[in-house]
T-cell receptor, first 112, second 112 residues
Framework: KAGVTQTPRYLIKTRGQQVTLSCSPI?????VSWYQQTPGQGLQFLFE???????NKGNFPGRFSGRQFSNSRSEMNVSTLELGDSALYLC???????????FGEGSWLTVV | QQQVKQSPQSLIVQKGGISIINCAYE??????FPWYQQFPGKGPALLIA?????SEKKEGRFTISFNKSAKQFSLHIMDSQPGDSATYFC???????????FGTGTRLQVFP
């Protein structure tokens, strides 16, 4: 069974640009969440989706958005990139309530 | 209230020794406490998890001890091996949510 797949793995963007990151959850997993990991702030929850609905949102500005498609795949978007958005963005999926949350290997975003 | 405090920040252990990492939380609504292991360049991988209805859970060389009254939980790695060298994160969440609140991480180095 394939794990959580994230694309692209690495990308470099310029300040002010926008970026879209993609996530394919483990087959059969309907719940997808996103996290930002930085050396300074650690691992922080961004948002959580289930059946195409956002169920929870972390404390991030409105420049950070996401969505989930009917096949459970998810995307997150960051608009008007700032230098501080440079981070590892992790996607995670879960089959259902109470089950293990599995993480992908992340997308490394560098904003220059 | 939402924080999970983790210590120590770094840990150096000799091969065969016991590694102990501690976490404390405030929110009594938390009812799921996983530990994740992360190697450089990889996403976090679930190591072991516990719910507050038990005080200890053991899986191989890894044991979680849970003290509900003190709102503390800890990870014990017995017979530590160089391959255990990684960053360890404790986390907490409530049932039926993917919103994990992570500790700040402990970098473990096991020397032969």
């Amino acid at each position: 069974k394939a794990g959580v797949t994230q694309t692209p793995r690495y990308l470099i963007k310029t300040r002010g640009q926008q970026v879209t990151l993609s996530c394919s959850p483990i087959s059969g997993h309907r719940s997808v969440s996103w996290y930002q990991q930085t050396p300074g702030q650690g691992l922080q929850f961004l948002f959580e989706y289930f059946s195409e609905t956002q169920r929870n949102k972390g404390n991030f500005p409105g420049r950070f958005s996401g969505r989930q498609f009917s096949n459970s795949r998810s995307e997150m978007n960051v608009s008007t990139l700032e230098l501080g958005d440079s981070a590892l963005y992790l996607c995670a999926s879960r089959q259902g309530a109470g089950n293990t949350i599995y993480f992908g290997e992340g997308s490394w975003l560098t904003v220059v | 209230q939402q924080q999970v405090k983790q210590s120590p920040q770094s840990l150096i252990v000799q091969k065969g020794g016991i590694s102990i990492i501690n976490c404390a939380y405030e929110n009594t609504a938390f009812d799921y406490f996983p530990w994740y292991q992360q190697f450089p360049g990889k996403g976090p991988a679930l190591l072991i998890a516990i719910r507050p209805d038990v005080s200890e859970k053991k899986e191989g060389r890894f044991t979680i001890s849970f003290n509900k009254s003190a709102k503390q939980f800890s990870l014990h790695i017995m017979d530590s091996q160089p391959g255990d060298s990684a960053t360890y994160f404790c986390a907490a969440s409530t049932y039926n949510t993917d919103k994990l609140i992570f500790g700040t991480g402990t970098r473990l180095q096991v020397f032969p």
